[in-house]
Structure formats: structure tokens, C-alpha cells
T-cell receptor, first 112, second 111 residues
Framework: NAGVTQTPKFQVLKTGQSMTLQCAQDMNHNSMYWYRQDPGMGLRLIYYSASEGTTDKGEVPNGYNVSRLNKREFSLRLESAAPSQTSVYFC???????????FGPGTRLLVL | QKEVEQNSGPLSVPEGAIASLNCTYSDRGSQSFFWYRQYSGKSPELIMSIYSNGDKEDGRFTAQLNKASQYVSLLIRDSQPSDSATYLCAVFLEGTYKYIFGTGTRLKVLA
């Protein structure tokens, strides 16, 4: 099992450009999450999907959209990137309610 | 606003000593707690989960939970340089699918 995978590993964008971060898990997990991690700020929840077909906002959703494409895949889209979105983005998944989260390797995004 | 508080550190301990990491949380209804270790440039990985008051031991690691005081801690015995990392405390919010993370404590184990 690959666990949780994320692509790309690293990306540089110019202000105003758009991109989609991809996340996939092969553990048959039901719920998936997107976090961003900034120095001194810890992990902050952007969006989550409790189950296939549902998505909900987290703590910092502005400037982002998500799609739960199927049970395996959960993508995060930046429509018009801003320098404030420079961060490391982690995808995570859980099998069921309140269980351990498993994290992907992260995507490092730099917006110039 | 639900919060999880951790001392950012760095906490420096000599090799072989006990490292004690602390976390407090604001949501009195929380029942599930997690400790993750994160090496620089890597993703968080689970060390321990704890759901009941008291101690839970796994090898060199012991998690301690006191729900009345809204306090969860992680003890690392016989600390090794390889334990040097940032330790994140996470709390699951009952009735949601959300986890709240502390900002992490950076641990440095000195050889």
C-alpha cells in the first residue's frame, strides 16, 4: 500500500495563477482532509470530506475549493494564487469517525 | 474557538533523559487525543492515541490524559538524538469530523 500520496511535491506559481493539488489514498478510508502548515501556526484545516460526495469548510477555506472525486481522491484547487497561500499543504485521511489520521508527504507551494 | 495549546520550545534534554511534552485543550467534550511526531520537512506520523483518563504506554513513550484538567502529556523515556523533532498534539472535536492541532513543541535531544 502506498498510503496517502500527493502531487506535486513542489510547485512555484505566480500571483494570479491557478493550480490543483492532488491527493489519493489506497486504504479505503472514508474521510479526507486538506491542511496547510505555516511556521509557528501548526496545521490548519482548509476543507474536509467526511464521506464520498460531501465536503465542508474548515478553519481557513478562503481562496480554495475542493472536489471529492471518488472515495480515493480529494483535490484542492487554488483559483487565483496569492503570496499568502505560500505554505506546505498536507492531505490526510481516516478510516472512520475519530480515528487516527494518516498524512501524505506534503506539497510545498511558493507563490511569487 | 476551540484551542489546543503547546509550548513551542525548543525543549532540550540530554540523551538518556526523560522528555516531558505537555498539551492543554479548551473543548471539555473532547474524548480522543493524538500525539504526532514531525521531522523537519516531513509529514506528521502518529506516535500514540489516547482516549481514557490515565496512562498509556508504548515502548519508550507514555501518554497521560486528565480530562478534568483538560491536559494531555507525552513522556519519552531514554531520549535519543533520533527523537529530535516537533511533537504535535491533536484533539478530535466530538460531533464533527474535525481535528484541532497545537502548534507543536520542538524537542532537541543532545548527544
Amino acid at each position: 500500500n502506498a498510503g496517502v500520496t500527493q502531487t506535486p511535491k513542489f510547485q512555484v506559481l505566480k500571483t494570479g495563477q491557478s493550480m490543483t493539488l492532488q491527493c489519493a489514498q489506497d486504504m479505503n478510508h472514508n474521510s479526507m482532509y486538506w491542511y496547510r502548515q505555516d511556521p509557528g501556526m501548526g496545521l490548519r484545516l482548509i476543507y474536509y470530506s467526511a464521506s464520498e460526495g460531501t465536503t465542508d469548510k474548515g478553519e481557513v477555506p478562503n481562496g480554495y475549493n475542493v472536489s471529492r472525486l471518488n472515495k480515493r481522491e480529494f483535490s484542492l484547487r487554488l483559483e487565483s494564487a496569492a503570496p499568502s497561500q505560500t505554505s506546505v499543504y498536507f492531505c490526510a485521511s481516516i478510516l472512520t469517525y475519530k480515528e487516527t489520521q494518516y498524512f501524505g508527504p506534503g506539497t510545498r507551494l511558493l507563490v511569487l | 474557538q476551540k484551542e489546543v495549546e503547546q509550548n513551542s520550545g525548543p525543549l532540550s534534554v540530554p540523551e538518556g533523559a526523560i522528555a516531558s511534552l505537555n498539551c492543554t485543550y479548551s473543548d471539555r467534550g473532547s474524548q480522543s487525543f493524538f500525539w504526532y511526531r514531525q521531522y523537519s520537512g516531513k509529514s506528521p506520523e502518529l506516535i500514540m492515541s489516547i482516549y481514557s483518563n490515565g496512562d498509556k504506554e508504548d515502548g519508550r513513550f507514555t501518554a497521560q490524559l486528565n480530562k478534568a484538567s483538560q491536559y494531555v502529556s507525552l513522556l519519552i523515556r531514554d531520549s535519543q538524538p533520533s527523537d529530535s523533532a516537533t511533537y504535535l498534539c491533536a484533539v478530535f472535536l466530538e460531533g464533527t469530523y474535525k481535528y484541532i492541532f497545537g502548534t507543536g513543541t520542538r524537542l532537541k535531544v543532545l548527544a
